[in-house]
């Protein structure tokens, strides 16, 4: 089992949609998780840590499910901005940050 | 807003030199980082640097690679004999804490030809 797996999609949804993306790692001791969104070419950027309580931020909303090891993000009222790959990053037990293949997001008018 | 700054963005090389990716990490931030990305793959963890040692490192980050904090602001990835299959977009990363947030730099795109 590859340690952190997502679907690579694309997902495609109208604007103004709810789209939600699962993440699954495979390393029970993973201490911190994170979604970073990556534009085409671009550096990864931050979107926002996953608190184990849950927890939003504007239109996002992020939730980690230890007992069946998994981390979700939602996104409310899709933007054409959104439109770009959503990439989960676990850290595992020896703090080495692991990052997911990516789901791509494209948002349409 | 502070930011990780990298040059040179774009870096060609012939197989079997030297090159050395420069980053400035964010000037507060203690824990620096190094990734890569082949075109078309996922981002791949090389190595972290804390309090001028390397703390983590990964199986890719082998002989031919090394990093360096050789002032106070520079973060240097050096790549000793280029390969072809080094060509990626390399990433600097910095937090301020351990296992916290990390802020990415634009990347350096190395092409080895």
């Known amino acids: 089992r590859k340690e952190v797996e997502q679907d690579p999609g694309p997902f495609n949804v109208p604007e103004g949609a709810t789209v939600a993306f699962n993440c699954t790692y495979s390393?029970?001791?993973?201490?911190?998780f994170f979604w970073y969104r990556q534009d085409c070419r671009k550096e990864p950027k931050l979107l926002m840590s996953v608190y184990s309580s849950g927890n939003e931020d504007g239109r996002f909303t992020a939730q980690l499910n230890r007992a069946s090891q998994y981390i979700s993000l939602l996104i409310r009222d899709s933007k054409l901005s959104d439109s770009a790959t959503y990439l989960c990053v676990v850290n595992t037990g020896s703090y080495i940050p692991t990052f997911g293949r990516g789901t791509s997001l494209i948002v349409h008018p | 807003e502070p930011e990780v700054t990298q040059t040179p963005s774009h870096q060609v090389t012939q197989m079997g030199q030297e090159v050395i990716l420069r980053c400035v990490p964010i000037s507060n931030h203690l824990y620096f980082y190094w990734y890569r990305q082949i075109l078309g793959q996922k981002v791949e963890f090389l190595v972290s640097f804390y309090n001028n040692e390397i703390s983590e490192k990964s199986e890719i980050f082998d002989d031919q690679f090394s990093v360096e904090r050789p002032d106070g602001s520079n973060f240097t990835l050096k790549i000793r004999s280029t390969k072809l299959e080094d060509s990626a977009m390399y990433f600097c990363a910095s937090s301020e804490l351990h296992n916290n947030e990390q802020f990415f730099g634009p990347g350096t795109r190395l092409t080895v030809l």
């Open positions: 390393n029970s001791a993973s201490q911190s």
